[in-house]
Structure formats: structure tokens, C-alpha cells
């Protein structure tokens, strides 16, 4: 410990040394100095609160004759060990690990998170190491508020490549989450903007827009996506969409329901669309499906991505591509903030895709995921009954369809009673309406180790009571 | 390059060979592809876009016929280098450093920054390395949404121990800067809310209220702070303040003026204080004024703090403090928001608060910037006539007056025609009212090199026409 902040008053009848000696004791019996911990030496304290030398030694040696600091020769002064010392957490009755996103459950199909056994610590840890150098000044500056020029360089290339986005690194704006980019976009909008989402979509949506108060309207879906007569009668301006792999039910965008919601948003200059992609760097079979991006001539589609997926959530990064008239106006109302993103992270992530790592380690998880696809749908088909599997073979989650007369709720509590962690279609509807629907479920299969499958989906069959062999 | 991605239409007229090669040749002339990158090869690329090998074979060999590729035996096939290639770049007139942070000049007063040379370049490799580790699968999940408990549990005994802070570690929010932190706290706190500003103040406040359509009033200060008077009569109910260190005046808010403040917020269940404590680790003489959130005990004040000051903006780590009474509203409502840090950083910034570096490194800097005031204060004195010196010895700025008869804009244009950046403080009132006051100008000294200080200040005599000596 090197200070102790007090503030030290003369004016009081309690002498100076008494108030000091009053703080350190209370200090320790709250338990905010760890047993055996040094306390600052007299002369350091002493010309750290203005107050004599004197004043502090009365402290100490009535802290050491009452027991709660002891002297070590030539060392100084060390806080005692003492038995039923009130721990301060335990008072506040704090559980500062409550609400931990990761389920304690045994079997979790909840669809964040990535493959734990997969993350390249080794090649991390060294662009990391290789990048805190001393050489260089700019990390410790503010930086481009969009993000680092050159990661720039490397997500547009690399977005390109990959998804046939067409734009330039001036376009990017790197950021730490979704939830960041679009309350950069709301700010970014007029204020009376309306979104349509999606119904069902990504749950944390419209609770952003509703804590930014931002309108929304909840625009149905069919088997292609959203509903553009939906769309064009809510009145809304801003369309929210998942085309590459529609989060939660699944579905590929078609190229007609592409083509028919780019000419609704050209249909008026106002209208945008906001592309989500979250995760379709995981495609496991068919044709590559270029973003909508790649399709819009007319710059009229906000591209959104993250690596979260496709590296870890851990890393928090994100990025969005706005078309040349939208980051003419950022630029010219929001520059002022900067990339919450750190300098050191954004270069570890330059260097980490630059020489070649991100690439190899995307190949990798194709192949690792694409096999515990398999394995689910295999398993899912094997020892479950009355099963449908929906959604194309895109991403890290596929969603079934349960038909055996149980609602979606005795579903999921029957699972969570197993030890199994699900999540239920209903989750995901805006304002959750009482819908007639049969009960779907997600199963995400990112964190699962491939060999666990066939035991959860076990655990499942008889949770559900469909167990296929007697 | 692994892939190549475009959507082949079997539809048009085109062959499909043909699109290929098109697509590659536009993507080689506008420099998309590096020279000597290497494509994917027949096979794997067939089987990505889902054609024939074939078709590639067809597009490749017209594509080295005309010289944009060529084969390597055994290897594979790269990309030319090419005279006159477009470059994208120049192409869409990218000038992508643009709005830099740090100036180009050759002395910056400005008071962003931090000491570059004194950075804890190889202990944060160190700690970061250690880190980051196999073990840690923590590291890959989403994580708490209010940051790290371990780096949560550090921060709140840091804050005690220097700043006088009361809380507990589930009071505490981390975030990625000052700026994010207030837009948590505009979606907390009511749609009809009023914030106080101080007038002078940081100039992106007003900006981020008006972006988020928060109102706000701006309030006079006196030597004292925000005048009370002025925060009663504006209907305001959160009042922003920086007592420990005002910016830019530079005045510290005496006792009677924080319980002034303080019995204000009292008044009405709906009053708040924000503290803004961004660089109060750095006081260079006197007592140590504790924080005023460690004065409050009616859960009134909210406490903002930052390691962009005491280590380096580059981290993109600040944290809030919420009264038990506001930490429950933002689990109820705002709890569903990832903590914008990355793990990897959190998890490294917790090891080296808890192995001691930070408390050295503080150490280390208040000696550093204190010697580097000193310089200043006496290189100002000894060479500038006709000039005030203003401010606590706190921070790492200070503030001048200076009366030669020259207006704020007239010394700031003649100090950038000598090579200085340097700003008024003009540019810290709110709305920029025309003020009839003498012109004042911010000296910023962190980033200066303790021997650059005395050129710099003569370059300043000179270009304020005042040399002292003939």
C-alpha cells in the first residue's frame, strides 16, 4: 500500500492522531487491507496528509499495542492477521458473479459463445507480445476515431474477399460490440427514425432501441425473411435484417427478397437497410452468398459484422461499413468519439489477420464446426422423435421443431432439469405475443465438445420422454 | 488468399468462366489483390463456388495469357505485379489519417496524452503474455456485463485507498471511456432529465448530450466551482462536475462548496451529482483532497475515473461507481449491455494493479509530471511577461493568462505559425458565447519532453512578441 487517503481535520475536538488511527482500524476491520499488507512507512505518510511525523507514529503504536498492525525491524509496519475480521463483500451481500452469461448447466445449447478448445492462445499470445513494443508511441495516443487505419485496411480487404463487400477502409468504423454500432446509428439517424426489426429476431434489439428512445416496429417473416408488405406498411425507414442467416429461425435471404427490399429502400432516400452478419463466415455447403452489401449499388446498406464468432466474444470487436453519404455525416456529427476499442488490441488484431492466422483459423472452425453440425443433426435424427430440423446449413446453431404435445416451456424445463441448457423460439419475438405457434428450439452447438453430443441429445430424448429405443 | 467470393450466374449470358475471370481482372486492376499474393487453388476454389474445376482452370489460363496472373510449377498460381494498377485508395480519395488526435506541430500543449517515454512498455508485455493462457477459458465467454469481478474488486480498493471511495465491487461499471459511461447513464436515468454543465468544461459533454438528445444548461462557475445559485435556478437535476481538479480552470472545489453541492442533490430524491475525477492522481503539493463521493452519504454522487490519465488513453479502460440505488436500476435495465473491454485486457490490467505496478507506475508519473510543471511554471515565468499563471498544482495542465493586449485567437494563430499547438479556452464554453474576458490558454505538459519545455516557451516569447531579454 502506498497511501492512505484521510482526510484530516484539526478543527475537531478528536485529536489528528486519533482520527487517523480511527481510520486505519476501521479500514482493517472492514477488511480493506489484506492481512500482512505494508503500510506506508511514517515519513512517506506523514508528508503525504501535510501532518508530523509524530501524529503518525501515535497511530501506528496505538494500532500495534490494540493489535491490528505489527513492526517488522528495518522493514516497517504490516497489517496483522485477525480473526473475524468483517469482510466488506459479504456485508454488502455482494454476488458480483451473478448474472454470468456462461449456464452452470451440464449440456449448454445456448448459441453464444465459440469452440473453447479451438482459440489459437499460443499465436494470440505472440502477435500480442510482438506488438507492445516500445518503438511505438502510437498506442499510447487517442487514435483515429473510427479505429486503426491499417485494421481498417485488413477487415475491408478481408470483407471483400470473403463477402464480396464492396467499400473502402475510410467506410469502417471499428467498434466493440453491436450494441455500440447501433447506438452510434441511432445517433448517427434523425430522431424520429422508425426500425423494423425482424419477428422473431436478435432479442437485444429492440431492447437497445427502446433504451435509446428510438420507435421500432416488429415486422413478421416468411420462409425468405422479412415481409416487404410488412415492411412497407409499418412506415418504418431503417430495416434490421439477418439476410445471410436469419437469427433465430435460420433461413438464406433468396435473391428476389434481396432485390425486393434494396428496391424498397431505394424507393425513397431516407430509407436504409442494416445488414446483420453475424456469423456467416460459417457456411458449410451450397454456393457462397455474397452480402446484400456487394448487391446495393445505391448506398443504401450499412453493413455490420463482428468477430465474435469467429474468433471469441472476449475480444469484443466489431466493425460497420457505411455507404460514402453516411460517413460524410459521421464525420461530421459523431467524429468526436473515439474507438472504444484499445490501440493494443486493435494492432494485435492487424497483425493477426495481416499475417495470415485469422484466415487459417476461419478454415479450421469451418471444418471443426461443420463436424459438430453433423454429429447434431445426426444425433437429433437418431435418438429424437417427432423432430423437424429447420434452418440452412449456416452458422453455429440450427433450430427444431418439437411435436410431441408438450408446450415450449415444459420443454425447456424438463431439459433444464437434465442439466441442459435451451432456449425457446418465444424468446425472441418482440413483446413476446401470445402466438399460436408449435414450440421451436434453438440449438446452438459452438461451445459443445463434439463427443457430448450424442449424450445431451440422450439426456433431451429422455427429458421429452421420446426416447426412440425401449 | 483463401477464397474468392462471387456469385456465378448459370442464368446469364455470360459463361461462367468468364465471370470469374472478369471478377478476378477488375479485382487485380483496382488493387485489391496484392502482388505475388497467391490464389486459391483450382480445386479448392471449384469447390468453394460450387463449379467445376474446369471453369476455374478456364479463367486462370485466360488470366496468365494476359499476363494478370502467373503459375509457379509445383506451387500454385500469384498475382502479377502490374504497371499503372489503380489503387483503390487514391481512387475513392481515402485520406484515411485523417482528424488525427495528436498534432503535427513541433511542441503540443494540448492536454491530451500521457508521458510517452515513461510508458511501462515491457511490465505491460509481461503481465499481458502471462495472461493470456490455455486455462483461462474465461477469456472466451461473453463475461460479466459490468467488467471483470477481479479487476471490479481491484478498482473499488484502489479507489479507497486513493481517492477516499466508498463501494463496494458490484458497484462498480467498466467501460471503454468517459463518453460511453455517460451514455449509460442518459439511458439510465429519466427521458425528461436535465444535466448540469460547467461553463467552462470538457467540450465533448455538451456534444454527447446533444447527440443523445439529453437536455442540458450550461452553469457559471466562480473560483470556487459551479455556483449554486445558478445549478438551482436552471431546473437542472444532475449536475456534472470536476471538483477535484476543474477543466480547464484548474480550481480545486473547496469543502464548503462540495457540501453546498451536496445538500443541493439532498433536496430532491431525482438530484444527482456526476464526479469526473480524470486526473486527480496527479496532485502535486498539499494535502490530499479525497473524493467527493467520499463525502456523500445519501447515495447522491456518482464517481467517473479513468486510466487514460494515470496510464494511457491507448487502453480505452474507464469505470463508474453507482449508488447502491442506481446500481439496481441498471441491472433492471441496462444490464443486458457486454461490458465493452476485452477480457484479454481486463484480465492484464487486473495483474498489473495487483502485482503493484500501477501503484509504482503512479509513483513513477507524479514525480515525472511534477518536475515537468515545475519547469514549466518557472520557464513561463522567467520568459513570458505580462502573464498569470492559473490553476492548482493538480493535473497535468495548466492554465495562463495572458494580458498583452493580443486576442485569444491572435496568440493562438502566431504560437501555431512558430510550430506550437496550443489551445484558448474559449473553446470550452458551452455554445461558445461571446464573452468579453481576457485571454486564457491551456498549457497541457504531459506529452512535452521535460527539456522541450524551455524552447517551447521561448518560441511562445517570441511569437507573443514579449522576449524579456534584448
Known amino acids: 500500500m502506498n497511501i492512505?487517503?484521510?482526510?484530516?481535520?484539526?478543527?475537531?475536538?478528536?485529536?489528528?492522531?486519533?482520527?487517523?488511527?480511527?481510520?486505519?482500524?476501521?479500514?482493517?476491520?472492514?477488511?480493506?487491507?489484506?492481512?500482512?499488507?505494508?503500510?506506508?512507512?511514517?515519513r512517506q505518510l506523514s508528508t503525504y496528509l501535510q501532518c508530523s511525523q509524530n501524529t503518525v507514529q501515535n497511530?501506528?503504536?496505538?494500532?500495534?499495542?490494540?493489535?491490528?498492525?505489527?513492526?517488522?525491524?528495518?522493514?516497517?509496519?504490516?497489517?496483522?492477521?485477525?480473526?473475524?475480521?468483517?469482510?466488506?463483500?459479504?456485508?454488502?451481500?455482494?454476488?458480483?458473479?451473478?448474472?454470468?452469461?456462461?449456464?452452470?448447466?451440464?449440456?449448454?445449447?445456448?448459441?453464444?459463445?465459440?469452440?473453447?478448445?479451438?482459440?489459437?492462445?499460443?499465436?494470440?499470445?505472440?502477435?500480442?507480445?510482438e506488438t507492445i513494443t516500445e518503438e511505438d508511441k502510437g498506442l499510447l495516443e487517442s487514435g483515429h476515431p473510427q479505429g486503426d487505419p491499417n485494421l481498417r485496411k485488413s477487415?475491408?480487404?478481408?470483407?471483400?474477399?470473403?463477402?464480396?463487400?464492396?467499400?473502402?477502409?475510410?467506410q469502417v468504423i471499428i467498434s466493440s460490440g453491436t450494441e455500440y454500432l447501433l447506438q452510434l446509428l441511432i445517433q448517427l439517424f434523425n430522431k424520429d427514425c422508425i426500425y423494423a426489426l425482424e419477428n422473431p429476431g436478435y432479442e437485444k434489439l429492440s431492447m437497445i432501441f427502446k433504451r435509446n428512445h428510438a420507435s421500432y416496429k416488429a415486422i413478421a417473416l416468411d420462409k425468405k425473411g422479412m415481409i416487404p408488405k410488412g415492411l412497407e406498411e409499418s412506415g418504418a425507414n431503417v430495416a434490421c435484417i439477418t439476410p445471410s442467416h436469419q437469427f433465430p429461425t435460420g433461413c438464406i435471404m433468396p435473391i428476389s427478397r434481396r432485390i425486393q427490399l434494396l428496391n424498397w429502400a431505394n424507393e425513397e432516400p431516407a430509407r436504409y437497410i442494416i445488414e446483420d452478419d453475424y456469423d456467416s463466415e460459417f457456411?458449410?455447403?451450397?454456393?457462397?452468398?455474397?452480402?446484400?452489401?456487394?448487391?446495393d449499388t445505391d448506398g443504401k446498406v450499412i453493413y455490420i459484422g463482428t468477430f465474435s464468432k469467429s474468433l471469441t466474444p472476449g475480444l469484443r470487436v466489431s466493425y460497420m461499413v457505411l455507404p460514402e453519404e453516411l460517413i460524410n455525416i459521421y464525420k461530421e456529427k459523431l467524429n468526436f468519439y473515439i474507438c472504444p476499442v484499445s490501440?493494443?488490441?486493435?494492432?494485435?488484431?492487424?497483425?493477426?489477420?495481416?499475417?495470415?492466422?485469422?484466415?487459417?483459423?476461419?478454415?479450421?472452425?469451418?471444418?471443426?464446426?461443420?463436424?459438430?453440425?453433423e454429429m447434431l443433426v445426426s444425433e437429433?435424427?437418431?435418438?429424437?422423435?417427432?423432430?423437424?430440423?429447420?434452418?440452412?446449413?449456416?452458422?453455429?446453431?440450427?433450430?427444431?421443431?418439437?411435436?410431441?404435445?408438450?408446450?415450449?416451456?415444459?420443454?425447456?424445463?424438463?431439459?433444464?432439469d437434465k442439466g441442459i441448457e435451451i432456449n425457446g423460439i418465444s424468446k425472441y419475438y418482440i413483446d413476446k405475443p401470445i402466438q399460436e405457434f408449435?414450440?421451436?428450439l434453438l440449438l446452438g452447438f459452438a461451445t459443445l465438445e463434439k463427443e457430448e453430443i450424442p449424450e445431451a441429445i440422450r439426456l433431451l430424448s429422455i427429458a421429452w420422454a421420446m426416447a426412440n429405443t425401449y
Open 59 to 129: 497511530a501506528y503504536h496505538q494500532l500495534i499495542a490494540e493489535g491490528y498492525i505489527f513492526s517488522k525491524p528495518r522493514s516497517g509496519f504490516y497489517v496483522s492477521e485477525i480473526d473475524g475480521i468483517i469482510d466488506l463483500e459479504e456485508v454488502v451481500g455482494d454476488e458480483y458473479g451473478v448474472s454470468k452469461v456462461v449456464s452452470k448447466q451440464k449440456y449448454d445449447f445456448s448459441h453464444q459463445g465459440v469452440d473453447f478448445d479451438s482459440f489459437p492462445f499460443s499465436q494470440w499470445q505472440r502477435v500480442t507480445r
Open 343 to 373: 490501440n493494443f488490441q486493435q494492432k494485435a488484431l492487424c497483425k493477426f489477420i495481416n499475417d495470415g492466422y485469422f484466415g487459417r483459423h476461419l478454415n479450421k472452425m469451418r471444418n471443426v464446426y461443420k463436424k459438430k453440425r
Open 155 to 170: 477487415i475491408s480487404k478481408y470483407l471483400h474477399q470473403s463477402r464480396g463487400v464492396n467499400c473502402s477502409p475510410s
Open 283 to 295: 457456411k458449410y455447403s451450397g454456393k457462397p452468398i455474397p452480402s446484400l452489401q456487394s448487391l
Open 380 to 416: 437429433v435424427k437418431k435418438q429424437l422423435v417427432d423432430v423437424e430440423i429447420l434452418g440452412a446449413k449456416v452458422g453455429l446453431h440450427v433450430l427444431i421443431r418439437v411435436r410431441n404435445g408438450m408446450t415450449e416451456e415444459e420443454l425447456i424445463g424438463r431439459a433444464r
Open 4 to 42: 492512505i487517503t484521510i482526510n484530516l481535520n484539526k478543527d475537531l475536538d478528536e485529536p489528528i492522531y486519533e482520527q487517523l488511527y480511527n481510520h486505519i482500524k476501521k479500514e482493517i476491520l472492514r477488511g480493506n487491507y489484506d492481512a500482512n499488507t505494508k503500510l506506508p512507512s511514517k
Open 438 to 440: 408449435e414450440p421451436m
